[in-house]
C-alpha cells in the first residue's frame, strides 16, 4: 500500500469509527495528499507517457482532468509556458527563522579536515561535478528544478532548501538560482549527500552521489 493509499484508509477508519476531523485535520489532510500526488504518482505518470510522447517534436502542453470514476479527459495546447493555461500557485514568502545566539565560543586549535567534493552520477552515466560541493550541490537543484525540489519541503537549520525569502543569519550562504529563490548551501558535505540522496528517492531521479577528496 502506497502513502497515498494508507492516507485515504486513515481517513475513511476515522470517519467510519465517528471521528469527525476538524478543519485543520482537514487542511494538513489536502497538503499531504497534494505532495504525495506530486511525490508518489506524477513521477510514475511521466514515465508511462515520455515513451508515447517521445515522437512529437514539437513541445506542447498537456492538461488531464481527473474525476473518480469518470473517463480522463486530455487537452492539448501549443502554448509551453502552463502558467497561461492555469492559476499558477503563488509562492509566499517564507517566514524569517528565529536562530539562538549561543554567545562567544572559546577558540582552540583544531586540525582542518581534508576538503571534500561532490559528484554525481545520473541515471545515463554521465556525471555532474562542480568545482567544490555546494557548488554541485546547487547545479543538481537547478538541473532537477528548484520548484520541484521546494515541494519536497526539505529544511535545513529550519530553513527551506529552497526558499523565497533571504534568511537574516544564512544569507550569505544562500545562492539565488531564479528571481526570488534561493538554494541554501550552509551545510557540510556529508548533509549535503544526505539530501541530494533523498531528492533523488522522492523524485525517482536514479542518482548515485559520492563524496569525493578534492
Given at each position: 500500500?502506497?502513502?497515498?493509499?494508507?492516507?485515504?484508509?486513515?481517513?475513511?477508519?476515522?470517519?467510519?469509527?465517528?471521528?469527525?476531523?476538524?478543519?485543520?485535520?482537514?487542511?494538513?489532510?489536502?497538503?499531504?495528499?497534494?505532495?504525495?500526488?506530486?511525490?508518489?504518482?506524477?513521477?510514475?505518470?511521466?514515465?508511462?507517457?515520455?515513451?508515447?510522447?517521445?515522437?512529437?517534436?514539437?513541445?506542447?502542453?498537456?492538461?488531464?482532468?481527473?474525476?473518480?470514476?469518470?473517463?480522463?479527459?486530455?487537452?492539448?495546447?501549443?502554448?509551453?509556458?502552463?502558467?497561461?493555461?492555469?492559476?499558477?500557485?503563488?509562492?509566499?514568502?517564507?517566514?524569517?527563522?528565529?536562530?539562538?545566539?549561543l554567545g562567544p565560543?572559546?577558540?582552540?586549535?583544531?586540525?582542518?579536515?581534508?576538503?571534500?567534493?561532490?559528484?554525481?552520477?545520473?541515471?545515463?552515466?554521465?556525471?555532474?561535478?562542480?568545482?567544490?560541493?555546494?557548488?554541485?550541490?546547487?547545479?543538481?537543484?537547478?538541473?532537477?528544478?528548484?520548484?520541484?525540489?521546494?515541494?519536497?519541503?526539505?529544511?535545513?537549520?529550519?530553513?527551506?532548501?529552497?526558499?523565497?525569502?533571504?534568511?537574516?543569519k544564512y544569507g550569505?550562504?544562500?545562492?539565488?538560482?531564479?528571481?526570488?529563490?534561493?538554494?541554501?548551501?550552509?551545510?557540510?558535505?556529508?548533509?549535503?549527500?544526505?539530501?541530494?540522496?533523498?531528492?533523488?528517492?522522492?523524485?525517482?531521479?536514479?542518482?548515485?552521489?559520492?563524496?569525493?577528496?578534492?
Amino acid at each position: 500500500m502506497t502513502k497515498l493509499e494508507t492516507l485515504y484508509a486513515s481517513i475513511k477508519g476515522l470517519e467510519k469509527v465517528g471521528l469527525t476531523l476538524t478543519d485543520e485535520m482537514l487542511k494538513k489532510a489536502d497538503e499531504l495528499e497534494e505532495q504525495l500526488i506530486k511525490t508518489e504518482v506524477l513521477p510514475t505518470l511521466s514515465k508511462d507517457i515520455e515513451p508515447r510522447l517521445s515522437q512529437i517534436q514539437r513541445e506542447l502542453v498537456l492538461v488531464v482532468e481527473y474525476k473518480p470514476g469518470e473517463p480522463i479527459s486530455v487537452a492539448l495546447s501549443r502554448k509551453t509556458n502552463i502558467a497561461e493555461l492555469l492559476e499558477a500557485k503563488r509562492l509566499e514568502p517564507d517566514p524569517q527563522v528565529e536562530h539562538k545566539e549561543l554567545g562567544p565560543r572559546a577558540t582552540k586549535q583544531e586540525k582542518k579536515a581534508p576538503g571534500t567534493g561532490l559528484c554525481v552520477y545520473r541515471k545515463d552515466g554521465s556525471i555532474l561535478q562542480e568545482r567544490d560541493a555546494a557548488t554541485t550541490f546547487v547545479a543538481a537543484i537547478v538541473e532537477t528544478g528548484p520548484l520541484r525540489v521546494r515541494q519536497l519541503g526539505l529544511k535545513y537549520c529550519r530553513i527551506n532548501i529552497v526558499s523565497t525569502t533571504k534568511d537574516q543569519k544564512y544569507g550569505h550562504a544562500q545562492r539565488e538560482v531564479e528571481r526570488g529563490l534561493y538554494v541554501l548551501t550552509h551545510s557540510n558535505t556529508k548533509d549535503k549527500k544526505k539530501m541530494l540522496d533523498r531528492i533523488s528517492n522522492a523524485l525517482h531521479l536514479g542518482w548515485t552521489v559520492n563524496i569525493i577528496d578534492k
